[in-house]
């Protein structure tokens, strides 16, 4: 039996709190709600030194997510936070310019 992938809040807490406060800010209480329970699919994998992006759901590379496909910019302190939205399910997290995230210390 394949393992789920872990969720992003486990990997990177200080990010999924951030995001839940800004989408609140924003009045998408249901994605703030939503974002806490994604999962860590894999990294964009761009290789751009301040791109730290996350794909939350499989997607074909250079493929248009179609017509339920939304963009919800967020207004962090500093760099960029955009998710990707389709059918009201975050598909990808893109953290654009942000200092490094950082991974709980384990135990």
Do not use: K, N, W
């Amino acid at each position: 039996m394949e393992q789920e992938p872990p969720l992003v809040r486990e990997v990177f807490p200080e990010l999924i709190d951030e995001l839940a406060a800004l989408l609140e800010a924003e009045g998408e209480r249901d994605l703030a709600i939503t974002v806490r329970d994604v999962r860590m699919v894999g990294e964009c994998g761009c290789g751009d030194d301040y791109c730290q992006s996350i794909r939350t759901a499989d997607h074909p590379d250079g493929q248009p997510y179609g017509p339920d496909h939304r963009c919800v910019p967020l207004l962090p302190s500093s760099g960029d936070l955009i998710l990707d939205v389709v059918a009201g399910r975050i598909v990808y997290i893109e953290v654009l310019g942000q200092p490094p995230l950082r991974r709980p210390a384990q135990p």
